[in-house]
């Protein structure tokens, strides 16, 4: 009796042995494979035929329309519009007073900020355009503005910024920084309307 204990008391030893082996091999863990399953993730929302209204105080202020829309939920939630944008801004009346397009959009829902660029176009209903490679329209101040080049212009104006400009939404306000170009100019020195 006494060697059938001390054989399993062997066996017992060498399974205890082995187990421990395979536990402390089993404790190496791939980095990549740890911040797979523990890192962190971005999820993000797809829209497809978008069409957004934007209204203060009840009353409609811009419609929006776009192919796609992704929205991104990041450290900074954004929505981002790949691949064209249209926007229709509205006066107090309802009617259209602006149209903007760009060929990419990305809106910042925290700062009501969007940020525009590659063939950004704003023209209004009597025809003013405003052009920028690069454009943020701030949402909360109604106001368009970049640092880039900028071009506007009116039947009797051409202005161009090379430093940037601000302008107001309706683009009845543009303010340019370091401008060039043709202006028509009055016998009294005034602009020509």
């Known amino acids: 009796m006494n060697k059938s204990i001390h054989i399993l008391k062997s066996y017992f030893i060498g ?14 863990n791939d980095p990549r494979e740890i911040e797979a399953l523990t890192g962190k993730r ?16 009840g009353v409609m202020k811009a419609k929006l329309t776009a192919p796609k829309m992704l929205r991104v939920l990041d450290d900074t939630v954004y929505v981002e519009f790949p691949e064209n944008l ?16 760009s060929k990419y959009g990305k809106y910042f829902e925290k700062q009501d900020k969007v940020y525009l660029r590659d ?56 303010t340019f920084k370091e401008p060039t170009g043709r202006v028509a100019v009055a ?4 602009f020509v309307d």
């Not at 249209?86 to 397009?101: A, C, P």
């Not at 025809?127 to 970049?146: A, E, H, I, V």
């Not at 016998?187 to 005034?190: K, L, N, R």
């Open 86 to 101: 249209h926007v229709d801004f509205y006066n107090d009346s309802l009617e259209i007073e602006t149209r903007l397009d």
């Open 15 to 28: 399974a205890a042995f082995f187990t421990g082996c395979f536990f402390v091999s089993s404790c190496e």
């Open 187 to 190: 016998e009294d020195g005034g």
């Open 42 to 57: 971005t999820e993000v929302e797809v829209g497809k035929n978008i069409e957004s209204y934007l209204s203060q105080a």
């Open 119 to 174: 063939s950004v176009v704003v023209i209004t209903v009597s025809g003013d355009t405003l052009k920028s490679p690069d454009l943020w329209w701030d949402q909360r101040t109604k106001m368009f503005y970049t640092d880039k080049y900028a071009r506007y212009h009116t039947r009797e104006r051409i202005i161009h910024g090379g430093r940037g400009m601000e302008a107001t939404q309706d683009l009845r306000t543009v």
